[in-house]
């Protein structure tokens, strides 16, 4: 991302927080997304929307290098972790899942027709999931993981600055804190020419960044990283059920 991309973001931001009647930023959206595990006011890398693709959901642990496959069947997207890391919740198809990091029963939570995307769960209230929704007027919402009732938040879709923050939400860079997971493009030759596929990245302050996921040939995107930040779940596309 450029440095003047950078800049328009972080100013939209700042604008969405001010521009409440009368200053008040009680009820703005950059107060309520702020809050949200994974969000960051300033954004470093903006990828551009692109259809996303199923697939299974995978766990890299970040000490000790190792790869687990949380499900055996595919058509699983955007998986986030829960604020206690005992599990991950995922799309499938208009169903939201609960699957445990120990490999125990995958259950359906709620049918959720409409939802996207799962962005991450709210700082201040574990019950609450920030997920972008297929309507123009009202795209974001939050989830309530005991009801599954969903909250619309307020959007104006004549304004770019929330456009372009919609766009933000809507990309797979995450930031927490000091660390930022990223999907970035790699190609190699293959024996009928260039093979291209996407990675897993994740940088922790100013070092370099490392690769995660285990793709190899393989797309694997959609990462979020876990709250103790000692693991990454992504979806590795697969097209076997």
């Not at 521009?19 to 954004?43: E, H, K, Q």
């Not at 999931?129 to 009202?138: E, G, M, P």
């Not at 393989?218 to 103790?228: A, E, K, M, T």
Request: proline share 4%; glycine share 10%.
């Amino acid at each position: 991302m450029s440095i003047r991309s950078r800049a328009f973001i972080a100013v939209a931001i700042v604008g969405l927080a001010l521009g409440t009647a009368g200053g008040a930023r009680t009820d703005s959206l950059f107060d309520l997304i702020m809050r949200v595990f994974g969000i960051s006011a300033t954004p470093s890398q903006m990828r551009g929307e692109r259809d996303v693709t199923a697939g299974k959901v995978w766990i890299a642990d970040l000490e000790g290098g190792a790869f687990t496959s949380l499900t055996t069947d595919s058509g699983y997207r955007w998986p986030v972790y829960e604020r206690n890391g005992q599990a991950v919740v995922a799309l499938k198809g208009d169903s939201l899942l609960r699957i445990p990091v120990t490999k125990g029963k995958v259950e359906v939570q709620h049918k959720i027709p409409g939802v996207e995307k799962l962005v991450g769960f709210d700082r201040e209230d574990s019950d609450k999931l920030l997920v972008v929704l297929n309507k123009d007027t009202a795209p974001l919402a939050f989830l309530s993981l005991k009801t599954g009732n969903l909250t619309p938040l307020p959007y104006d879709s004549r304004s770019s600055d929330y456009r372009r923050l919609l766009s933000h939400i809507k990309g797979e860079e995450r930031v927490y804190g000091t660390v930022r997971v990223y999907v970035k493009a790699e190609s190699k030759q293959g024996m009928e020419g260039e093979v291209v596929w996407d990675e897993v990245y994740l940088q922790q302050g100013e070092s370099e960044p490392r690769k995660v996921s285990n793709g190899d040939g393989v797309d694997c995107n959609q990462p979020s990283l876990s709250p103790d930040g000692k693991a990454v779940v992504y979806i590795k596309v697969s097209d076997t059920e």
